[in-house]
């Protein structure tokens, strides 16, 4: 398997445009989940989901945020309109259960916004 | 919710041992886990504990404390490429979902 791969690997955005962070889980897995990471906060998760259903959104920063998986193979992360505060690497993970103990990340995302 | 605490940064010499602590504070516990990530990667796993006591992986080793809300990494025979930053995450039984969250992180650093 080719593991969690992410799109794009980096992003350069002017403030206000919208942004779309991609993810394509495991095959087989049934939880994937968002995280942010930066200096100050960490990894931060924004979502997760079990069986393409959104649990728990807590995370998420503000509206401008949104989260969809449409089916088991897919997820995107949208922000819109962006900020600069939003320059981070936005990571995906995913695990084969909902109570497995180990996940498996994605290559990142590395967003700035300018 | 969850919080979890480890040390900001440790630093060790190539092969000795040195041991990350994560103390944990969440409802709902189902376990810990340790990653590892190198500056510019992605965190990749190590080792997971569901029940107390230890469990060993080659030259890592991790342990868990239920009732102590506690658990650490133990690294042996340390590298130069253990030069990295390691992370602690608590699974945890929320609202329908099991919730993986992670700690601030430990950055080790290996010296000669």
């Known amino acids: 398997d080719a593991g969690v791969i992410q799109s794009p690997r980096h992003e350069v955005t002017e403030m206000g445009q919208e942004v779309t962070l991609r993810c394509k889980p495991i095959?087989?897995?049934?939880?994937l989940f968002w995280y942010r990471q930066t200096m100050m906060r960490g990894l931060e998760l924004l979502i997760y989901?079990?069986?393409?259903?959104?649990?728990?959104d807590s995370g998420m920063p503000e509206d401008r945020f949104s989260a969809k998986m449409p089916n088991a193979s897919f997820s995107t992360l949208k922000i819109q309109p962006s900020e600069p505060r939003d320059s981070a690497v936005y990571f995906c993970a995913s695990s084969s259960r909902t109570d497995s103990l180990e996940a498996f990340f994605g290559q990142g995302t590395r967003l700035t916004v300018v | 919710g969850q919080s979890l605490e480890q040390p900001s940064e440790v630093t060790a010499v190539e092969g000795a041992i040195v041991q990350i602590n994560c103390t944990y504070q969440?409802?709902?516990?189902?376990?810990l886990s340790w990653y590892q990530q190198h500056d510019g990667g992605a965190p990749t796993f190590l080792s997971y504990n569901a029940l107390d006591g230890l469990e060993e992986t080659g030259r890592f080793s991790s342990f868990l404390s239920r009732s102590d809300s506690y658990g650490y990494l133990l690294l042996q025979e340390l590298q130069m490429k253990d030069s990295a930053s390691y992370f602690c995450?608590?699974?945890?039984?929320?609202?329908?979902?099991?919730?993986?969250?992670f700690g601030t992180g430990t950055q080790l650093k290996v010296e000669l």
């Open positions: 989901f079990n069986n393409n259903v959104p649990i728990d």
């Open positions: 969440t409802s709902g516990f189902y376990g």
């Open positions: 995450a608590v699974r945890a039984l929320t609202g329908g979902g099991n919730k993986l969250t």
């Open positions: 095959s087989g897995h049934n939880s």
